[in-house]
């Protein structure tokens, strides 16, 4: 499967990146860019803002629909996983060790294939493995499976849903990975599989004769499958970084053939990757599809690089929805589970977040956090468990139906890693960003026009640039600061009280990114002064750290180094 297949499958299920000429080598790249990434959503609103908001990020695509029977469990097996599996130890393990339900049933429609392999089903989560056998495709078109979910019979869906399948050349067919948050609450349990799409998409592009030097706002029109334009205005961020700002408009009068936008930079013909932190599928104020993408300028250099307007257009559509009955078991994965009340404080003395519960299955370990206020992200941005000696990465879960006083930290359990209620488990959290709302002194603008000024101020003993200007009837405000240990500032205001004016953010931003730069726009703005406030700032500290013994749990468990 080529790069942009597997970058546009990123974001397809849930409206959410992609890649081209080279289709074989490229979408190898893309998929080492993290592809397999949840969706996640954003849970301020206008009044509360964060400045690290990620709208719909990155989203997965991929999907699936089949009847579940079982077969001999060698034949869920047979196939090789592995490269679909990547990062997913716990599933590969439970694999070898046979703890999968065997499924092996096809059903196919207009000539596509779909069969689902095996489930495994454990007290963390619940995976699916399946393939998707299409027959003959174009090099530049891929198929993709949308709106797959399991639901009980009151027709909800679960929460913490993704899906993701990628092409196996040896086989001329995609494997396909599901994974649900929905375990059995009981040893087992009737489900229904739901089915909305299975979709073939071709890829499209455009040319963009942008020049990236300008800070002027670009226009183009595009006039294809409902896109009507696209403006483009390039921001930097730092020395070597560039962020590509984007809207597209649509032609109303047309329905929507397209699917995921984003701009391609191609240096002397061959596709330059784009850096992490981009978002994309923000509706702007009227209805436009926003994204925010970045570069290293280094790589990008104006003379030998072109751009072009990439998406996915819909060439057929096999149409759901299809329901499926199914009866998922987590019996064999009980022997292997243990659950823990942890019940002790995130950091010695600090009661706003609490360890609260871990659960160990054979594929994965779960330990979730809650805080005392809603929606708070836990301050330290990387985790890690040392397990008799052997240290697991792990990375925070955030599924879009998540409660607002948990937070979950996922690890994968490697195989051969023997953990029974005696393994000495601990957990460390390291490099700490702290939230500062306590600054509310304004800073007065004055003279504003389209010359850009620059203020420098002290703001928690850091100093902050604070640059502003006009374009045609909009005003920006940039902020940023040279100590990388200032994290940025989240979001900007003008006034107080009912008649202030919020800022609207252009840049998009994410704990401990080190990006401390920010851009605020505010629109039709009239007058020559403003004072100006922040919501509130981010510092970082790399080297700030908490460790915590979970298993065997003592009473005098230190928290925080």
Same mark, same amino acid.
């Given at each position: 499967?080529?790069?942009?297949?597997?970058?546009?499958?990123?974001?397809?299920?849930?409206?959410?990146?992609?890649?081209?000429?080279?289709?074989?080598?490229?979408?190898?790249?893309?998929?080492?860019?993290?592809?397999?990434?949840?969706?996640?959503?954003?849970?301020?609103?206008?009044?509360?803002?964060?400045?690290?908001?990620?709208?719909?990020?990155?989203?997965?695509?991929?999907?699936?629909?089949?009847?579940?029977?079982?077969?001999?469990?060698?034949?869920?097996?047979?196939?090789?996983?592995?490269?679909?599996?990547?990062?997913?130890?716990?599933?590969?393990?439970?694999?070898?060790?046979?703890?999968?339900?065997?499924?092996?049933?096809?059903?196919?429609?207009?000539?596509?294939?779909?069969?689902?392999?095996?489930?495994?089903?454990?007290?963390?989560?619940?995976?699916?493995?399946?393939?998707?056998?299409?027959?003959?495709?174009?090099?530049?078109?891929?198929?993709?499976?949308?709106?797959?979910?399991?639901?009980?019979?009151?027709?909800?869906?679960?929460?913490?849903?993704?899906?993701?399948?990628?092409?196996?050349?040896?086989?001329?067919?995609?494997?396909?990975?599901?994974?649900?948050?929905?375990?059995?609450?009981?040893?087992?349990?009737?489900?229904?599989?739901?089915?909305?799409?299975?979709?073939?998409?071709?890829?499209?592009?455009?040319?963009?004769?942008?020049?990236?030097?300008?800070?002027?706002?670009? /226009?183009?029109?595009?006039?294809?499958?409902?896109?009507?334009?696209?403006?483009?205005?390039?921001?930097?961020?730092?020395?070597?970084?560039?962020?590509?700002?984007?809207?597209?408009?649509?032609?109303?009068?047309?329905?929507?053939?397209?699917?995921?936008?984003?701009?391609?930079?191609?240096?002397?013909?061959?596709?330059?990757?784009?850096?992490?932190?981009?978002?994309?599928?923000?509706?702007?104020?009227?209805?436009?599809?926003?994204?925010?993408?970045?570069?290293?300028?280094?790589?990008?250099?104006?003379?030998?690089?072109?751009?072009?307007?990439?998406?996915?257009?819909?060439?057929?559509?096999?149409?759901?929805?299809?329901?499926?009955?199914?009866?998922?078991?987590?019996?064999?994965?009980?022997?292997?589970?243990?659950?823990? @009340?942890?019940?002790?404080?995130?950091?010695?003395?600090?009661?706003?977040? /609490?360890?609260?519960?871990?659960?160990?299955?054979?594929?994965?370990?779960?330990?979730?956090?809650?805080?005392?206020?809603?929606?708070?992200?836990?301050?330290?941005?990387?985790?890690?468990?040392?397990?008799?000696?052997?240290?697991?990465?792990?990375?925070?879960?955030?599924?879009?139906?998540?409660?607002?006083?948990? /937070?979950?930290?996922?690890?994968?359990?490697?195989?051969?890693?023997?953990?029974?209620?005696?393994?000495?488990?601990?957990?460390?959290?390291?490099?700490?960003?702290?939230?500062?709302?306590?600054?509310?002194?304004?800073?007065?603008?004055?003279?504003?026009?389209?010359?850009?000024?620059?203020?420098?101020?002290?703001?928690?003993?850091?100093?902050?640039?604070?640059?502003?200007?006009?374009?045609?009837?909009?005003?920006?405000?940039?902020?940023?600061?040279?100590? @990388?240990?200032?994290?940025?500032?989240?979001?900007?205001?003008?006034?107080?009280?009912?008649?202030?004016?919020?800022?609207?953010?252009?840049?998009?931003?994410?704990?401990?990114?080190?990006?401390?730069?920010? @851009?605020?726009?505010?629109?039709?703005?009239?007058?020559?002064?403003?004072?100006?406030?922040?919501?509130?700032?981010?510092?970082?500290?790399?080297?700030?750290?908490?460790?915590?013994?979970?298993?065997?749990?003592?009473?005098?468990?230190?928290?925080?180094?």
């Amino acid at each position: 499967m080529n790069n942009i297949e597997k970058a546009l499958k990123r974001k397809l299920n849930d409206d959410s990146e992609m890649a081209y000429p080279d289709f074989g080598e490229m979408w190898n790249r893309m998929e080492q860019t993290g592809h397999t990434a949840p969706t996640l959503t954003d849970t301020s609103d206008s009044f509360t803002p964060h400045r690290h908001r990620n709208w719909r990020k990155i989203a997965i695509a991929a999907s699936l629909s089949a009847l579940l029977v079982a077969v001999p469990v060698y034949a869920a097996i047979h196939y090789n996983w592995d490269n679909l599996l990547r990062g997913r130890s716990g599933i590969q393990t439970a694999l070898k060790q046979n703890l999968g339900q065997p499924l092996e049933q096809s059903v196919t429609r207009d000539g596509v294939k779909l069969t689902l392999h095996t489930a495994i089903v454990d007290e963390n989560r619940t995976v699916i493995l399946y393939s998707l056998e299409v027959g003959k495709r174009a090099d530049n078109e891929f198929w993709n499976v949308k709106g797959m979910s399991l639901k009980k019979a009151t027709k909800k869906g679960s929460d913490g849903e993704y899906n993701f399948q990628q092409w196996d050349p040896k086989n001329q067919r995609y494997n396909g990975y599901f994974e649900s948050d929905w375990t059995p609450q009981q040893e087992t349990e009737n489900m229904q599989l739901t089915v909305e799409h299975m979709q073939l998409y071709s890829i499209q592009e455009l040319d963009l004769p942008l020049h990236i030097q300008s800070p002027e706002p670009q /226009t183009f029109t595009l006039g294809r499958d409902g896109l009507h334009d696209i403006k483009v205005q390039a921001f930097d961020q730092g020395k070597d970084k560039l962020m590509l700002s984007s809207a597209i408009t649509f032609d109303s009068s047309m329905p929507k053939k397209w699917d995921n936008p984003q701009i391609m930079a191609y240096k002397g013909g061959i596709p330059v990757m784009s850096q992490p932190g981009g978002a994309f599928g923000k509706p702007g104020e009227n209805r436009e599809y926003t994204a925010q993408q970045y570069f290293k300028r280094s790589d990008i250099p104006e003379e030998q690089t072109t751009y072009k307007l990439q998406y996915a257009k819909t060439e057929k559509s096999i149409d759901g929805p299809i329901e499926f009955d199914l009866q998922l078991s987590k019996k064999q994965m009980e022997s292997g589970t243990i659950k823990t @009340v942890l019940d002790t404080p995130l950091e010695k003395g600090e009661p706003n977040f /609490t360890m609260e519960h871990m659960i160990v299955t054979p594929t994965q370990i779960r330990v979730t956090v809650r805080s005392k206020k809603k929606f708070v992200d836990i301050p330290y941005q990387k985790y890690s468990l040392s397990v008799n000696g052997k240290t697991l990465e792990g990375n925070r879960w955030s599924p879009p139906n998540s409660k607002p006083y948990l /937070t979950t930290i996922r690890f994968e359990r490697p195989s051969e890693l023997v953990i029974t209620k005696d393994t000495p488990i601990t957990f460390t959290g390291k490099y700490k960003v702290t939230i500062h709302s306590d600054d509310k002194t304004p800073l007065r603008l004055t003279h504003i026009s389209d010359q850009r000024q620059t203020l420098t101020t002290q703001i928690g003993g850091y100093p902050v640039n604070w640059t502003y200007y006009k374009q045609g009837a909009d005003l920006f405000v940039e902020t940023d600061s040279e100590d @990388v240990r200032f994290g940025g500032i989240n979001q900007t205001h003008i006034g107080l009280g009912k008649e202030r004016i919020i800022g609207k953010p252009i840049t998009t931003n994410f704990n401990g990114d080190g990006n401390n730069k920010a @851009v605020d726009v505010y629109k039709n703005f009239k007058g020559t002064e403003a004072s100006i406030y922040m919501f509130y700032y981010t510092t970082d500290d790399p080297e700030a750290g908490t460790t915590i013994p979970l298993q065997p749990l003592t009473n005098t468990s230190e928290a925080s180094e």
